[in-house]
Nanobody, 124 residues
């Protein structure tokens, strides 16, 4: 059974940190890019970050650049999103997804497997 499972979300105060994990089962992430997306209430899903198959190249949305770091451990079939200096506007459901290709893109139509999402709430 092909599955992506996110974990690590929760409630954090502004300025705090969270580390999201995305574990794949039933298939290997070795050959594809991985993306992180988020969707806040009433807003469209947006691409936050992505990483190439080898991890040699990454992309970050302007809104998270310098605060978030994407990484992957192919041996563990897992990807991560380290989120620092969190702001209330980062509040959203965060999704990881595996791409159909090896290169990095945040176009949602290029991703074929999606996790169920994990809630991140930044509030004092």
């Amino acid at each position: 059974q092909v599955q992506l499972v996110e974990s690590g979300g929760g409630l954090v105060q502004p300025g705090g940190s969270l580390r999201l994990s995305c574990a794949a089962s039933g298939f290997t992430l070795d050959y594809v890019a991985i993306g992180w997306f988020r969707q806040a209430p009433g807003k469209e899903r947006e691409g936050v970050s992505c990483i190439t198959r080898t991890g040699s190249s990454t992309f970050y949305a302007d809104s998270v650049k310098g605060r978030f770091t994407i990484s992957r451990d192919n041996a563990k079939n897992t990807a991560y999103l380290q989120m620092n200096s969190l702001k209330p506007e980062d509040t959203a459901v965060y999704y990881c997804a595996s791409a159909r290709q090896y290169y990095c893109s945040v176009q949602t139509e290029l991703y074929n497997y999606w996790g169920q999402g994990t809630q991140v709430t930044v509030s004092s």
